[in-house]
């Protein structure tokens, strides 16, 4: 399986049973078999621990020294929380940046609407003045665009914007000859749902409110339904009885 993933969450904002949605991708490194990488598709809070735990059911060495970056869709806290803890663990511990690819939307708020209250300043130690951070400091910035794919980590990524309340953006992910889709988080979008149909397998949320509803997936052509999976979804959601397959915590898929 040259080009997976491991859920670490598959759960919303609300979840007492899962962590939220995230997803590990694992593939070589710059398109060499030796060494793999691991890339975050979001990164919530506790990251540390989700990649622990995930890392020990699927028997797959997710510890965080092989984070190399971060797919970020979108700015609500159970997509992004854990970015502050993981990038001081990378400053602190790795001595490196967190590579971060996402929209120049979603990237304008990232700092001063998110993390600058936690991360604008630095003691580099007890009664030295304050060092100024910025976002640079901690982060190689790799912005998606809306005319075409960006290339970056051995990954061909695109993005499109879905219908959300903040800027969020669905992606396909190209490694070698096979693309992952992901539709963040969304409303029902029969012309987002087509566009991620390009990819091999697709990564699909469904929730209440805002979200895309588990009844419209359900109706759409066996041919579409039998090459996606569901995050993001609710405590009562009955996974057992989905006509699609919900992904599952902790797991191994092949792309």
């Known amino acids: 399986m040259a080009f997976r993933f491991v859920p670490l969450g598959v759960g ?3 979840s007492a049973r899962y962590y939220s949605t995230c997803l590990a991708l694992v593939l ?6 030796a060494h793999e990488d691991v890339w975050l598709v979001d990164c919530p809070h506790p ?15 997710l510890e965080p020294a092989r984070v190399r970056g971060v ?4 700015l609500h806290a159970d997509h992004c ?5 993981l990038a001081y663990w990378m400053r602190f511990y790795e001595q490196r940046k967190l590579e971060l690819v996402t929209h120049p939307e979603v990237l ?4 001063e609407g998110h993390l600058a209250a936690g991360m604008e300043q630095l003691m580099p130690s007890v009664g030295a003045p304050f060092q100024r951070m910025s976002l640079e400091d901690y982060f190689d910035v790799i912005p998606l665009r809306d005319e075409g794919p960006v290339q970056v980590g051995g990954m061909s990524i695109e993005c499109r914007r879905t219908i959300h309340h903040i800027p969020t953006y ?5 490694v070698g000859e096979r693309t992952l889709g992901h539709s963040a988080d969304t409303a029902f979008d029969p ?13 699909h949320e469904t929730n209440h409110g805002t979200h895309t509803p588990y009844g419209k997936l359900a109706a759409l052509p066996p041919a579409t339904r039998a090459k996606m999976r569901l995050v993001h979804y609710p405590d009562e959601f009955d996974v057992g009885s989905s006509v699609i397959e919900a992904l599952r915590e902790g797991r191994v898929y092949a792309v």
């Open 12 to 14: 919303d904002a609300f």
């Open 28 to 33: 070589a490194r710059d398109g060499v078999e």
């Open 47 to 61: 990251i540390q621990k989700m990649l622990a735990e995930a890392g020990r059911a699927s028997a797959e060495p």
């Open 71 to 74: 797919l970020l869709t979108h």
């Open 81 to 85: 929380s854990g970015l502050e803890g």
């Open 108 to 111: 304008a708020r990232l700092w």
């Open 170 to 174: 669905a992606m396909r992910v190209r």
């Open 191 to 203: 012309a987002l749902i087509e566009w991620l149909g390009a990819a091999d397998l697709v990564v």
